[in-house]
Structures are given as C-alpha cells and as structure tokens.
C-alpha cells in the first residue's frame, strides 16, 4: 500500500478520449480530487499517429484536474492498449531454496521469473507478467505455493507484450506534457480492477471494454487472467458506418449515436450535408446500422478468445468502457457470445468521484486504484529506453493468488 496522504494521478489514453483522474490515497481509502478530459486527436486504434496532438491532449486533461483538485502532480500510472498488444502463456520452473524445502516468497517469484524468460519477438517488450497457478513437485493447480514443502516449483503465467516502437511514443507524449510514466498497465486490466469484485474473479468472468478505437477483452479463471484480446473495432467504426449509410458528417453521426443512445423517441433527425436538406430516421434503422458492426465486433472477440464451450468465462461477461452507452450493445453481445453479459462501472467514491461511476471513466479509476496497491517492481528495461524511473505492474491479481 501506499503512505498517507499520497497524490495519484491515472492517466487514461483512449482512441477517441485522454481521461485523467487524481486521487489522494491514504491506506486502503481513496479520494477522488481532481478530473479532466480532452478529445483525443492523436491516436489511432489506440496507437500514437500525431505526438503533438496527443501531448497536448494529456496536458489539457490533466490541467482540468489540477485546477479542479488544486493540486500538482509530476507522475502518473498510464494505460496502454492497440493491436500492437499480445499475449502468450508460458512456463517456469526452479528447485526449491527455502530451508528445509520450505517455498518461501523468494521461490515463488524466482519461478515466476523463470517462465517470463521466453522468446518473444524483438520489436516486443514484456508490460506484464500476470502469474495464473503452481505445481509443487506432483501436487497442480496450486494458487499460492509459499509455506509449503516441496523439492520443485513450476508456475504458469500469461504474459502480455507491447510493441516497442508503439510504447516509446505513448511514453514519450505523456512525458512531452509534464508527466513521468511509473506505471504502464493494459487497459482492460485496469478496468477490471475498478469494476469486478472478488467474487467475479474467482468465479470465472470476461471483461470486454469497449473503446473508441479497440474493444479490449480479458478472461478470468480462479482469479487468475488467463486470456487478453485487443479487436481493432470501436465506436468510432459505429460512428462512421452512421455516417456512410446515412449519408451525413462524421460529427452529426456521432451526435446522432449519442442522441438514439439517450432519447426514446419515434423518430431522429439526421443533418444533410452539401445543401441536403435534414432528414427524420427511425432509431430501428439507426439500430440497425449499429447492430451490425457490433456483431461483427463481439464475435471477433470470441474469435480472438478461443472461447468454447469449456473455456468460456462461467460467470459469463461483463462491459464498460465509452461503448456501452448504446445499451443495446449487452443484448448483441449475450446473442454472439451465447452467455449471460451485463453491464458494469466502477465503485462510486469519495470526494468528487460519485460522478465517475460510469463505464467509459472504469480503466481511468482502475489505474489510481492499480497505483494505490502499489504492486510495482522497478524495471531496468524500461530506464534503460525511456531514460525514466518507471516499473511494471506485478500485477494486482497477485494479492488473489
């Protein structure tokens, strides 16, 4: 945990949106202080296409929660997301040091360490090495191995990796609007950490957030993550094909995306462009266009999943993220994904975090709650690229384990 009276600040860096939240921690108490937002203009699919755009980005989100807290902040947890993200299951075993063959929380992580060391490709960097269960000697399926006896420790992890090139520039932007990066964490991780409770985790869940630019998708078992899928489909693909099939801006499409989400009314209208006159649209034909793409979507998540029958999540799925304010978009998502789905937002809290309890503020608030945990290691690699004191999150699954 963190000390007293410690200033936190996540940074959430979206294809359509930059959310910053700051957080003042004490202990295991959380107070909201300070938020912002910004359009975010320079990236794409959740990768950086404009580093002046984006910083500048970071820099207006994050002076909207300084004047709104008061408050300075140098450093922030930052999420990260984009089809550059992958992952990999891989394994690892040590013999056992501890005295008298007791495993000890040395042993435990010299096991983990060994299964991170895998080959992976060279434009890739390892952002996190999520520790799923451990076999002692012939005894499997064990989720925490310290105080045990044994002669050997083997661990299973998945290990999510992000392309190289992709992660200097998102570093590099936030660092150009006067942040220094201690903590990069995949996004769909983070928005697990402010929507699922212990019960969801150890009972079995996938969590999909559905983004502007990317839906980002990662399975538990046991508490343990045990899938991740990055789809290069968001709103934005919703807006566009509005804008397609009705003929009219990106911009009207988007505020008529917003306006079938709100309203119940019989019939929106649509703005014309190039002299064409505003025309009236049933939300069923609006709904229609939506549906679609969402489909299109869901299924390659569960595509990308693996999922079948045996491995699907048994508590089936939930969603956040900015996507979800079509509600519409549960009903799709349990038709293809063929399980029970709803949808989750992060925790109220204090101070002036009762207006963040919607999906599309979850991966901000799960990044202060991720920093508040303080499960970090420092990392040489990442110092040695970015000229930065940062770390890697350990994971806060690990405290389930």
């Not at 079995?204 to 899938?227: K, N, P, S």
């Not at 998540?301 to 079948?308: C, P």
């Amino acid at each position: 945990m963190v000390e007293s009276n410690t200033l936190l600040a996540g940074v959430d860096i979206g294809s359509t949106m930059v959310r910053v939240v700051l957080a003042e921690a004490g202990g295991s108490q959380l107070d909201v202080i300070g938020v912002g937002s910004a359009p975010s203009l320079g990236v794409r699919h959740g990768v950086v296409v404009d580093a002046d755009r984006l910083s500048s980005a970071v820099r207006q989100a994050l002076g909207q929660a300084k004047m709104a807290s008061g408050e300075q902040v140098d450093r922030a947890t930052v999420s990260i997301s984009g089809e550059h993200v992958n992952a990999l299951q891989s394994q690892g075993a040590v013999a056992v040091e501890g005295r008298e063959g007791t495993i000890s929380s040395g042993d435990r992580q010299r096991a983990v360490d060994a299964a991170r060391t895998v080959a992976i490709p060279f434009e890739h960097e390892i952002l996190h090495v999520l520790p799923q269960d451990f076999d002692v000697d012939d005894q499997h399926r064990i989720q925490n191995p310290v105080g045990m006896s044994g002669v050997r420790l083997s661990s299973r992890v998945h290990i999510v990796t992000g392309g190289v090139t992709a992660v200097r520039n998102l570093v590099a932007c936030v660092e150009r609007a006067g942040l220094q990066v201690t903590d990069l964490v995949f996004s769909p991780l983070a928005a697990a950490r402010a929507c699922l409770t212990e019960d969801d985790l150890d009972m079995g869940v996938g969590l999909i957030d559905l983004g502007g630019g990317t839906t980002d998708a990662v399975c538990f078992q046991e508490g343990a993550v045990v899938r991740t899928h990055v789809v290069p489909i968001g709103g934005q693909q919703v807006t566009g094909d509005l804008a397609v099939c009705l003929r009219t801006s990106w911009n009207h499409a988007e505020t008529l995306k917003r306006q079938f989400a709100l309203s119940a009314e019989d019939a929106l209208q649509v703005a014309g462009v190039a002299d064409r006159t505003p025309e009236r649209v049933d939300p069923a034909d609006v709904w229609e266009i939506c549906e679609a793409r969402f489909e299109e979507l869901f299924s390659l998540v569960a595509q990308g999943l693996d999922l079948q029958e045996r491995t699907s999540p048994r508590a089936g799925f939930v969603l956040t993220g900015g996507g979800c304010q079509l509600r519409q978009a549960a009903d799709v998502a349990e038709r293809v994904l063929q399980t029970s789905v709803r949808i989750v937002t992060p925790e109220p809290r204090p101070g002036i975090g009762d207006g963040l309890a919607e999906p599309e503020w979850a991966t901000a608030m799960g990044l202060v709650l991720s920093a508040r945990d303080g499960r970090t290691t420092s990392s040489n690699e990442l110092v040695t690229r970015f000229d930065a004191t940062a770390g890697r999150m350990r994971s806060w699954l690990e405290g389930f384990l």
